[in-house]
Protein backbone atom coordinates (compact mmCIF):
# COMPACT_ATOMS: atom_id res chain seq x y z
CA UNK A 1 0.00 0.00 0.00
CA UNK A 2 1.73 3.42 -1.20
CA UNK A 3 1.08 5.98 1.70
CA UNK A 4 -0.16 9.62 1.22
CA UNK A 5 2.35 12.44 1.20
CA UNK A 6 1.79 13.77 5.23
CA UNK A 7 2.50 16.72 6.85
CA UNK A 8 2.04 17.75 11.00
CA UNK A 9 1.95 20.59 12.27
CA UNK A 10 2.20 20.66 15.47
CA UNK A 11 2.48 22.76 18.40
CA UNK A 12 1.05 24.68 21.64
CA UNK A 13 -2.97 24.97 22.03
CA UNK A 14 -3.26 28.45 20.90
CA UNK A 15 -0.31 28.86 18.94
CA UNK A 16 -1.77 29.11 15.61
CA UNK A 17 -2.08 25.35 14.10
CA UNK A 18 -5.49 25.30 12.88
CA UNK A 19 -5.12 29.15 11.23
CA UNK A 20 -1.77 27.55 9.41
CA UNK A 21 -3.62 24.09 8.49
CA UNK A 22 -6.25 26.26 7.03
CA UNK A 23 -3.89 28.81 4.82
CA UNK A 24 -1.91 25.47 3.95
CA UNK A 25 -5.14 23.88 2.59
CA UNK A 26 -6.50 26.62 0.50
CA UNK A 27 -2.82 26.79 -1.40
CA UNK A 28 -3.42 22.92 -2.00
CA UNK A 29 -6.64 23.07 -3.29
CA UNK A 30 -5.67 25.54 -5.54
CA UNK A 31 -3.77 23.82 -7.12
CA UNK A 32 -6.27 21.35 -7.78
CA UNK A 33 -4.25 19.16 -5.01
CA UNK A 34 -7.06 16.33 -3.04
CA UNK A 35 -6.42 17.23 0.68
CA UNK A 36 -7.32 15.27 3.62
CA UNK A 37 -7.31 16.84 7.05
CA UNK A 38 -6.87 14.65 10.23
CA UNK A 39 -7.27 16.66 13.81
CA UNK A 40 -6.01 15.72 16.82
CA UNK A 41 -8.23 16.18 20.38
CA UNK A 42 -8.31 15.22 23.44
CA UNK A 43 -11.53 16.68 24.06
CA UNK A 44 -14.82 14.55 23.88
CA UNK A 45 -15.48 13.89 20.28
CA UNK A 46 -18.55 15.44 18.49
CA UNK A 47 -20.15 15.09 15.57
CA UNK A 48 -21.12 18.44 14.66
CA UNK A 49 -19.63 20.56 11.61
CA UNK A 50 -18.56 23.04 13.65
CA UNK A 51 -14.59 24.51 15.02
CA UNK A 52 -11.61 23.83 13.94
CA UNK A 53 -12.81 20.96 11.57
CA UNK A 54 -15.54 23.29 9.92
CA UNK A 55 -12.56 25.57 8.97
CA UNK A 56 -11.00 22.69 7.74
CA UNK A 57 -13.64 21.73 5.46
CA UNK A 58 -14.43 25.33 4.52
CA UNK A 59 -11.17 25.53 3.44
CA UNK A 60 -11.25 22.97 1.02
CA UNK A 61 -10.19 19.52 3.13
CA UNK A 62 -12.12 16.01 2.11
CA UNK A 63 -12.48 14.75 4.03
CA UNK A 64 -11.39 15.84 7.81
CA UNK A 65 -11.11 13.46 10.61
CA UNK A 66 -11.59 14.52 14.10
CA UNK A 67 -9.56 11.69 16.25
CA UNK A 68 -8.67 10.63 19.94
CA UNK A 69 -7.36 7.40 21.36
CA UNK A 70 -8.68 4.97 18.79
CA UNK A 71 -12.15 6.67 17.99
CA UNK A 72 -12.84 9.01 15.27
CA UNK A 73 -15.34 11.33 13.14
CA UNK A 74 -15.14 11.80 9.43
CA UNK A 75 -16.82 14.85 7.73
CA UNK A 76 -17.10 14.30 4.21
CA UNK A 77 -19.18 15.08 1.15
CA UNK A 78 -20.99 12.44 1.96
CA UNK A 79 -21.90 13.35 5.25
CA UNK A 80 -20.49 12.77 9.09
CA UNK A 81 -19.67 9.20 10.37
CA UNK A 82 -18.22 7.84 13.76
CA UNK A 83 -15.89 4.90 13.92
CA UNK A 84 -12.91 3.23 15.53
CA UNK A 85 -9.40 3.11 14.35
CA UNK A 86 -6.25 1.03 15.31
CA UNK A 87 -3.52 3.47 14.35
CA UNK A 88 -3.17 7.10 12.49
CA UNK A 89 -0.81 4.82 10.15
CA UNK A 90 -4.00 2.92 8.93
CA UNK A 91 -6.00 5.68 9.12
CA UNK A 92 -3.92 8.02 6.86
CA UNK A 93 -2.72 4.93 4.67
CA UNK A 94 -6.29 4.51 3.79
CA UNK A 95 -7.06 7.96 2.86
CA UNK A 96 -7.55 8.35 -1.00
CA UNK A 97 -5.82 12.15 -1.50
CA UNK A 98 -2.47 14.08 -2.91
CA UNK A 99 -1.69 14.94 0.16
CA UNK A 100 -2.84 14.50 4.60
CA UNK A 101 -2.37 17.39 6.71
CA UNK A 102 -2.09 16.15 10.53
CA UNK A 103 -2.78 18.90 13.56
CA UNK A 104 -1.04 17.57 16.44
CA UNK A 105 -0.15 13.83 17.28
CA UNK A 106 3.42 15.62 17.95
CA UNK A 107 4.17 11.98 19.41
CA UNK A 108 3.34 9.89 16.09
CA UNK A 109 3.97 8.45 13.42
CA UNK A 110 6.84 9.53 11.41
CA UNK A 111 6.31 11.76 8.99
CA UNK A 112 8.01 15.43 9.16
CA UNK A 113 6.13 18.10 11.23
CA UNK A 114 5.76 21.87 11.05
CA UNK A 115 6.65 23.61 14.36
CA UNK A 116 4.07 26.47 15.13
CA UNK A 117 6.17 28.44 17.49
CA UNK A 118 4.74 30.29 20.30
CA UNK A 119 6.73 32.56 22.16
CA UNK A 120 9.11 29.85 24.41
CA UNK A 121 6.80 27.39 25.37
CA UNK A 122 7.93 24.93 22.90
CA UNK A 123 10.54 21.89 24.23
CA UNK A 124 12.99 20.79 21.24
CA UNK A 125 12.44 17.31 22.60
CA UNK A 126 9.03 16.65 21.99
CA UNK A 127 9.95 18.01 18.17
CA UNK A 128 12.32 15.54 16.92
CA UNK A 129 10.79 15.22 13.43
CA UNK A 130 10.68 19.06 13.14
CA UNK A 131 11.61 20.38 9.09
CA UNK A 132 10.89 23.74 9.85
CA UNK A 133 9.50 26.46 12.17
CA UNK A 134 6.44 28.78 11.53
CA UNK A 135 5.52 32.01 13.95
CA UNK A 136 3.41 34.79 13.90
CA UNK A 137 3.09 38.12 15.06
CA UNK A 138 5.47 38.76 18.28
CA UNK A 139 6.63 35.82 18.14
CA UNK A 140 9.00 35.85 14.89
CA UNK A 141 11.43 36.91 16.18
CA UNK A 142 11.78 34.30 18.86
CA UNK A 143 11.36 31.41 16.39
CA UNK A 144 13.19 32.82 13.87
CA UNK A 145 16.49 32.36 16.80
CA UNK A 146 14.88 28.81 17.96
CA UNK A 147 15.13 27.66 14.21
CA UNK A 148 18.63 28.88 13.71
CA UNK A 149 19.31 27.30 16.88
CA UNK A 150 18.03 24.07 15.62
CA UNK A 151 19.44 24.27 12.03
CA UNK A 152 15.69 24.66 10.96
CA UNK A 153 14.34 26.84 8.34
CA UNK A 154 12.02 29.49 9.32
CA UNK A 155 9.21 30.75 7.55
CA UNK A 156 6.41 33.66 9.14
CA UNK A 157 2.93 32.46 8.73
CA UNK A 158 2.37 35.24 6.31
CA UNK A 159 5.48 33.03 3.64
CA UNK A 160 2.62 30.36 2.87
CA UNK A 161 4.07 30.80 -1.14
CA UNK A 162 7.44 29.83 0.46
CA UNK A 163 6.71 27.34 2.97
CA UNK A 164 4.73 25.41 0.21
CA UNK A 165 7.75 25.77 -1.80
CA UNK A 166 9.62 24.10 0.99
CA UNK A 167 6.89 21.37 1.75
CA UNK A 168 7.02 20.54 -2.15
CA UNK A 169 10.89 19.90 -1.88
CA UNK A 170 10.57 17.53 1.24
CA UNK A 171 7.86 15.39 0.19
CA UNK A 172 9.58 14.66 -3.23
CA UNK A 173 12.92 13.72 -1.09
Not at 13 to 18: C, R
Not at 56 to 77: I, K, Y
Request: charged fraction near 25%; charge should be neutral.
Amino acid sequence: MEITPTVGIVGFSGSGKTTLAVRLVRRLVDEKMRVAAIKHTHHALNSDRRGDTALLAEAGADPVFLCRSGEAVEFSGDGVRRFTYQDIEGLRGSLRADVVLIEGLKGSGAWPRIVVWNSGKEEWDDWQQGVAVVAHGKAVESGRRAAEAQGLPFFSSDQIEELRGFLGRISTA
